[in-house]
Nanobody, 115 residues
């Protein structure tokens, strides 16, 4: 059973940074699947922000390019989302999941950007 667990959300002020973590199991999962970070803001559809493939190739959505960076540590079975220069409109619940076919969605982590 594939499991993905997000952590690292919180309340930050505009312009600050935050790093989200996604722990995945079973081991070697990242060497097989593409994993992406998504978010869903209140009243909006879930959107894909960035993805990293089994061979480590990255794709970032235009909306966050230059501010958000996806990375991974295969030894720790983890995928990260470094978010810099956060804006109030980045407030959302953030999720990680596989692509192209997602697993069951977890609870995600709340990121709130507010002054």
């Amino acid at each position: 059973q594939v499991q993905l667990v997000e952590s690292g959300g919180g309340l930050v002020r505009p312009g600050e940074s935050l790093r989200l973590s996604c722990e995945v199991s079973p081991s070697h999962f990242l060497e097989i699947f593409t994993v992406g970070w998504y978010r869903q803001a209140p009243g909006k559809q879930r959107e894909l922000l960035a993805q990293i493939s089994a061979i480590g190739s990255r794709i970032d959505a235009d909306a966050v390019q230059g501010r958000f960076t996806i990375s991974r540590d295969t030894a720790k079975n983890a995928v990260y989302l470094q978010m810099n220069s956060l804006k109030t409109e980045d407030t959302a619940v953030y999720y990680c999941n596989t692509l192209p076919q997602p697993q069951s969605w977890g609870q995600g982590v709340q990121v709130t950007v507010s002054s």
